[in-house]
């Protein structure tokens, strides 16, 4: 790592910590968005229609002149032919002849495509080449087009749309590991070679953050270090072993999969953004399954059709045994994953809020699973990819049966209860107890009411006793204007109720208020003992006989009032020359349709070509910063194409033959030379490969909001380990800062200034803090976490922006952060200054300071304990009551340090 990313500053003085702080913050100028999207640029060879022109007029004319049976103007452009016959302007091309071409013209002006930007110019030149060159075609033309779509040729044999292939590594001296003779091969073509590799202090520090997004203990990186010495590659294999079998692997690894899922403790949508309480159990479930190390092919199964798999297995909520109810509770659990996307129903009931919650839940199967925008296809046939609109919806017929526009479930009526048969009769017998004592005390409410009525009817004329009493017996909405009126000029019998008893105790020195509370208590208690019932945030499916099954429709232009032809559930139409593309439709042995089963086997039989090299990708992608595929969650035409595509196939292939293990491909990357180099980039590299496309060395990686957060944490010493459970609220601060806390507003949303203490709760992994779409914590926010807004995040953005420094100087979370980093360091190292300094460099660095920075921090610590000598301060906090004394110098002057030493370069980013 560069000296600018290792330091945070010479000599530490004040003025160079606040300088060394806003070099986190290089504002970077963003480019202006294409409002039109680019062609991808054709491979090399003849130019042609097919491989050409086509994709160009399908993105932006085919729309118009072609698609659904539409041709504006009687043109037809989906074929060579059909633009020289043209439509009621005449020709649209004359081969041979650009300056002829009437289509040619419009696109030049920006009259074509209309309602669009004018075409790119390198799209127009593509254009331009083809008319002049004689408009070729690849093959003959077919004499006739129906309204269904087709597939050329170069569409059909788009690299991911290919079955994987096992390659044998190439043979490359000095290379044994298959990872690298793939990467090495490359490097040789473009005259560049690995770097050296990395210290046994980087190498901890970058696996332990990698595999469980912690920091290594200064213990663990002494025993690894002098492990190391002796036998590298033994130590080595032992320290991945460790750090797969941490807990906090799972927890790291799950993270990673819940942005793809889209993962929120609420339903999004709209402003209400109603919670999910119970969505936590899906998290729960991803974590424990990747700490089993669950084959992955297994794992995909169970969220895309657990409730048939449970069917299936014959387990249920009154399974004999423990272990087939946890099992069942686990597969319920799983199918959280098509619980994930926004959905707005339980606030706004309606067909578009309804359809807008499917397609989310299409757009995140297609980009997690697929790889693709399948989503893009919903309104018309997609524009880049062989993706038609039919199969859009034949991939969400899928679905249908457990969504079914028609008779929607809102998201509190799919919840799952887990009691048993045995414990509804306990929890209904208890209820009838307790319905009891309820009778009990509504009668002597009644003739509380009724007594207090009486005392205060005495005190007025008996002249209208009778219509006062008869107005107050009268139900409120029924009463007549006369009565209103009287009741108001007696205000004391107008708001005589069981809520208002106690006021008239005492006036009439009764108990009566008290006497109900008790009797309320009472049946709570009874209550009480009922058996918790938990429930499951699960997608199921109403049983049903076949017949009865919605029907998916196409819908025009994606509108859910106007549906046209029906589609059967199927995979991408595409694939049909590779493989089977047929879902079964109902599946006989079960209760439910057994679509999603259909095709979750399909999915992982180990034969798709989709899967399994997105997935691998996706793991390669978080080990070294960039996928092999740089755009994860499209493998389209409009991603990028793959790096080394031998290697990816290899990496595919491998996956599926050891068995689905994601533990075991960790180990493959993580003993590769290429992860284990050096971050150094060598003057031919910086020349030759600026963008390091070919791997010469490590990418310097900055770590995640939630990585940073809990490295915070750890190094203060803070970090509650407690696994699972409810997620760790989060609340608005009344300058409107979303902070971890209880949420204390009243009913109109105003804060009351109350702290509900979280004992702890507070200090657990970022991953159990509470997602809560339009409450993102401000650490989160601002570097990078998704707000899931959207329906998933297929790959996060990695900012470099101005507001991230002035969080790390400024934001009262860092300076708690950094009190309790200045605590941990008194409290482990006594009163010794350089012990301080020693220890916070091992904690949050992983080495030790070097003499100059050791003398730089010892001088800023001096500076600032007399400046806190001459100017006393408490130490704050984010939520809860402030100290009520003033903090030592001594402690102010380390927390500063502390407060320095964490926002520093070198904690936030991987060498």
């Known amino acids: 790592m560069s000296k600018g990313l290792r330091r945070f500053g010479r000599g530490l003085s004040v003025v160079r910590t606040i300088h060394c702080l806003f070099n986190l913050a290089f504002v970077c100028a963003s480019w202006p968005v294409l409002l039109l999207a680019e062609s991808p640029p054709s491979s090399s060879g003849p130019i042609s229609f097919e491989k050409d022109a086509r994709p160009i007029l399908k993105a932006q004319c085919f729309h118009c002149h072609g698609e659904d049976g539409e041709t504006r103007g009687g043109l037809d452009v989906r074929l060579s032919r059909l633009l020289r016959k043209g439509g009621k302007s005449g020709p649209a091309i004359v081969p041979g002849d650009p300056s002829a071409s009437h289509l040619l013209e419009l696109i030049q002006s920006g009259e074509m495509p209309k309602e669009k930007p004018r075409l790119p110019e390198r799209d127009i030149e593509t254009i331009r080449r083809w008319i002049a060159a004689g408009a070729p075609t690849a093959r003959p033309e077919p004499e006739t087009l129906g309204p269904e779509p087709m597939f050329t040729d170069e569409e059909r044999s788009w690299w991911s749309l290919q079955p994987v292939r096992h390659h044998q590594p190439p043979t490359i001296p000095g290379e044994s590991h298959p990872v690298d003779a793939f990467l090495a091969a490359k490097l040789r073509e473009n005259g560049l070679a690995f770097s050296g590799s990395a210290t046994p202090e980087v190498l901890i520090r970058r696996a332990t953050f990698d595999l469980t997004g912690l920091p290594p203990s200064p213990k663990e990186i002494a025993e690894f270090t002098a492990a190391h010495a002796k036998h590298p590659e033994e130590a080595w294999s032992q320290l991945l072993d460790r750090l797969l079998a941490a807990p906090s692997y799972g927890e790291t690894w799950a993270r990673h999969w819940l942005d793809v899922a889209g993962y929120a403790d609420s339903d999004g949508f709209n402003e209400a953004d109603t919670e999910r309480k119970h969505a936590f159990r899906y998290r729960d479930y991803v974590i424990q399954a990747l700490n089993d190390d669950m084959p992955f092919d297994a794992f995909i199964r169970e969220q895309l059709a657990g409730d048939e798999i449970a069917t299936l297995e014959h387990l249920h909520a009154d399974s004999p045994t423990a272990a087939d109810r946890a099992r069942y509770a686990k597969l319920l659990a799983a199918t959280g994953f098509l619980r994930m996307g926004p959905d707005g129903t339980a606030t706004k009931n309606d067909l578009l809020t309804r359809n807008a919650c499917v397609s989310a839940t299409v757009k995140i199967v297609g980009t997690a699973l697929f790889g693709l925008t399948v989503g893009c296809a919903e309104c018309h046939d997609h524009r880049y990819d062989p993706i038609t609109q039919a199969d859009y919806y034949r991939l969400r017929a899928v679905f249908e049966p457990g969504f079914d526009l028609n008779s929607w479930r809102v998201p509190n009526g799919r919840l799952v209860s887990l009691l048993t048969a045995e414990e509804k009769a306990k929890a209904a017998k208890i209820e009838a107890e307790a319905k009891q004592l309820d009778n009990v005390r509504i009668v002597k409410q009644s003739e509380f009411i009724e007594e207090v009525l009486g005392k205060e009817l005495e005190k007025r004329d008996p002249q209208i006793r009778s219509a006062l009493r008869a107005a107050y017996q009268t139900p409120a909405a029924k009463r007549s204007p006369d009565q209103l009126a009287l009741l108001k000029a007696h205000p004391t019998i107008d708001k005589l109720s069981a809520g208002s008893l106690y006021l008239y105790d005492t006036t009439y020195g009764t108990k009566h208020a008290d006497t109900l509370?008790?009797?309320?208590?009472?049946?709570?208690?009874?209550?009480?003992?009922?058996?918790?019932?938990?429930?499951?945030?699960?997608?199921?499916?109403?049983?049903?006989?076949?017949?009865?099954?919605?029907?998916?429709?196409?819908?025009?232009?994606?509108?859910?009032?106007?549906?046209?032809?029906?589609?059967?559930?199927?995979?991408?139409?595409?694939?049909?020359?590779?493989?089977?593309?047929?879902?079964?439709?109902?599946?006989?042995?079960?209760?439910?349709?057994?679509?999603?089963?259909?095709?979750?086997?399909?999915?992982?039989?180990?034969?798709?070509?989709?899967?399994?090299?997105?997935?691998?990708?996706?793991?390669?992608?978080?080990?070294?910063?960039?996928?092999?595929?740089?755009?994860?969650?499209?493998?389209?035409?409009?991603?990028?194409?793959?790096?080394?595509?031998?290697?990816?196939?290899?990496?595919?292939?491998?996956?599926?033959?050891?068995?689905?293990?994601?533990?075991?491909?960790?180990?493959?990357?993580?003993?590769?030379?290429?992860?284990?180099?050096?971050?150094?980039?060598?003057?031919?590299?910086?020349?030759?490969?600026?963008?390091?496309?070919?791997?010469?060395?490590?990418?310097?990686?900055?770590?995640?909001?939630?990585?940073?957060?809990?490295?915070?944490?750890?190094?203060?010493?803070?970090?509650?380990?407690?696994?699972?459970?409810?997620?760790?609220?989060?609340?608005?601060?009344?300058?409107?800062?979303?902070?971890?806390?209880?949420?204390?507003?009243?009913?109109?949303?105003?804060?009351?200034?109350?702290?509900?203490?979280?004992?702890?709760?507070?200090?657990?992994?970022?991953?159990?803090?509470?997602?809560?779409?339009?409450?993102?914590?401000?650490?989160?926010?601002?570097?990078?976490?998704?707000?899931?807004?959207?329906?998933?995040?297929?790959?996060?953005?990695?900012?470099?922006?101005?507001?991230?420094?002035?969080?790390?100087?400024?934001?009262?979370?860092?300076?708690?952060?950094?009190?309790?980093?200045?605590?941990?360091?008194?409290?482990?190292?006594?009163?010794?200054?350089?012990?301080?300094?020693?220890?916070?460099?091992?904690?949050?660095?992983?080495?030790?300071?070097?003499?100059?920075?050791?003398?730089?921090?010892?001088?800023?610590?001096?500076?600032?304990?007399?400046?806190?000598?001459?100017?006393?301060?408490?130490?704050?906090?984010?939520?809860?009551?402030?100290?009520?004394?003033?903090?030592?110098?001594?402690?102010?002057?380390?927390?500063?340090?502390?407060?320095?030493?964490?926002?520093?370069?070198?904690?936030?980013?991987?060498?």
């Open 517 to 911: 509370k008790k009797m309320m208590d009472e049946a709570a208690a009874v209550r009480a003992r009922k058996p918790t019932e938990e429930f499951i945030h699960a997608f199921t499916e109403l049983a049903r006989p076949s017949q009865a099954m919605p029907v998916t429709r196409v819908l025009h232009r994606g509108d859910p009032d106007a549906p046209k032809e029906a589609v059967k559930p199927g995979d991408l139409s595409v694939l049909g020359a590779v493989r089977a593309v047929e879902i079964l439709e109902d599946d006989s042995s079960l209760p439910t349709s057994g679509r999603r089963l259909a095709l979750a086997r399909t999915l992982t039989d180990g034969t798709h070509p989709l899967l399994a090299r997105v997935l691998v990708n996706r793991v390669w992608m978080h080990h070294f910063g960039k996928g092999i595929v740089s755009s994860p969650g499209d493998f389209g035409r409009l991603g990028t194409p793959p790096t080394h595509p031998e290697l990816l196939d290899w990496l595919a292939a491998n996956f599926v033959e050891k068995g689905w293990s994601l533990k075991q491909l960790h180990r493959l990357i993580l003993t590769s030379r290429a992860w284990r180099q050096s971050s150094r980039i060598s003057d031919s590299s910086a020349s030759m490969d600026p963008d390091n496309r070919w791997l010469s060395h490590q990418n310097v990686r900055r770590l995640g909001a939630e990585t940073l957060r809990d490295s915070l944490l750890a190094v203060s010493g803070k970090l509650n380990s407690k696994m699972g459970g409810a997620p760790v609220p989060v609340m608005f601060t009344e300058e409107g800062q979303v902070v971890i806390g209880v949420d204390t507003t009243d009913t109109a949303g105003r804060q009351t200034g109350k702290f509900v203490p979280l004992n702890g709760e507070e200090y657990r992994r970022s991953i159990y803090i509470q997602v809560r779409r339009s409450r993102q914590l401000d650490m989160f926010a601002t570097f990078d976490a998704p707000s899931m807004t959207d329906a998933n995040c297929e790959i996060r953005p990695v900012t470099t922006v101005s507001p991230q420094s002035l969080l790390l100087m400024n934001h009262l979370e860092m300076r708690e952060h950094a009190r309790h980093f200045a605590e941990r360091l008194q409290k482990e190292c006594g009163g010794d200054p350089a012990a301080w300094i020693e220890k916070a460099w091992r904690l949050a660095y992983a080495r030790p300071p070097s003499a100059e920075e050791a003398s730089g921090a010892r001088e800023f610590l001096v500076a600032q304990t007399e400046f806190y000598r001459k100017n006393p301060a408490k130490l704050e906090r984010v939520t809860g009551p402030p100290d009520k004394e003033e903090a030592p110098a001594e402690t102010l002057g380390l927390t500063a340090l502390c407060h320095a030493v964490m926002s520093a370069n070198e904690f936030l980013y991987l060498d």
